[in-house]
């Protein structure tokens, strides 16, 4: 059973918005630190944002500060990202991660994540 899921991707016109979800198979507060990545075309993926959850503290790359915003639904266990203004650089497969095991580190680091979701794609329009 897979332990991420996203959902919410689809295609907007630049200035839109879009709410992406991931839903965890178990309370998000169980995760020492969940986040979200996005990969584009031809690059690398990167970290987008972050939630550490025990200290309810978030991290936003300097690209999407201002713009992105993280939450969580009542029940505790879908994390929620909020893309306002978009622009076509957001155009990209967003992932979630989670890691479970407080690997520590940089939360950009794709390897201190073990669990992956399968992506769901953003595309902006100029």
């Known amino acids: 059973q897979a332990q991420l899921v996203e959902s919410g991707g689809g295609s907007v016109e630049a200035g839109g918005s879009l709410r992406l979800s991931c839903a965890a198979s178990?309370?998000?507060?169980?995760?020492?630190?969940i986040a979200w990545f996005r990969q584009a075309p031809g690059k690398e993926r990167e970290g987008v944002a972050a939630?550490?959850?025990?200290?309810?503290?978030?991290h936003y790359a300097d690209s999407v500060r201002g713009r992105f915003n993280l939450s969580q639904d009542n029940v505790g266990h879908t994390l929620f990202l909020q893309m306002s203004d978009l622009k076509p650089d957001d155009t990209a497969i967003y992932y979630c991660?989670?890691?479970?095991?407080?690997?520590?580190?940089?939360?950009?680091?794709?390897?201190?994540?073990?669990?992956w979701g399968q992506g769901t794609q953003v595309t902006v329009s100029s």
């Open positions: 991660a989670a890691d479970s095991r407080a690997h520590g580190g940089d939360w950009r680091l794709e390897r201190i994540y073990n669990y």
């Open positions: 178990k309370d998000i507060s169980s995760y020492y630190l």
């Open positions: 939630l550490y959850t025990a200290i309810s503290t978030t």
